[in-house]
């Protein structure tokens, strides 16, 4: 059993890093451009795809509604 729990503590650590990194890169893109960017929104699909593999909770599904609205806005704004 302590195989388990090490490899979902294991996968934890994975998505917090990914988390942080496609934040970081958001981060880049807003300050050198907008965040409005369409560059921003691929790093925001990046953030949906590891926020999803997370186990369904009303937060989760808060922030992933909250960047898909931010993807539709930016997805509007540049290509009508």
């Given at each position: 059993m302590a195989?388990?729990?090490d490899k979902?503590?294991?996968a934890d650590d994975l998505l917090a890093k990914c988390?942080?990194?496609s934040k970081d890169?958001?981060?880049m893109i807003t300050y050198l451009f907008t965040d409005s960017h369409?560059?921003?929104?691929?790093?925001n699909?990046?953030?949906v795809e590891v926020i999803n593999l997370r186990p369904e909770n009303p937060e989760r599904t808060h922030t992933l509604i909250?960047?898909?609205d931010k993807n539709l806005e930016i997805a509007?704004?540049?290509f009508g």
């Open positions: 195989k388990i729990e979902k503590e294991e988390e942080k990194l890169a958001i981060s369409p560059l921003a929104a691929k790093y699909q990046i953030m909250q960047i898909c509007q704004k540049f």
